[in-house]
């Protein structure tokens, strides 16, 4: 039956998510990121490049679209 490798699947996803750490050797975080992750910015993020905001809209816009529509909108602004 297809549902249980499906489930087993996703609690393997759980329970690796609940053992997640910082701390991670495998990971290997040096510390100014281990601080960002600790210590996110608390102020608005500003985004003054035009060419970003396009970027970031054009991602937002295709959420739910096919990879090849997100490539082909990346191919057709250079």
Do not use: C, F
């Amino acid at each position: 039956m297809a549902v249980l490798p499906k489930m087993k699947e996703t609690m393997e996803y759980i329970l690796a998510l609940r053992n997640a750490s910082l701390e991670d050797p495998i990971v290997k975080l040096d510390d100014a990121a281990l601080e960002r992750l600790r210590n996110p910015p608390r102020e608005p993020v500003v985004i003054d490049s035009p060419s970003i905001r396009h970027s970031i809209s054009s991602y937002l816009a295709l959420e739910h679209a096919l990879q090849e529509a997100y490539n082909r909108i990346q191919r057709s602004k250079l």
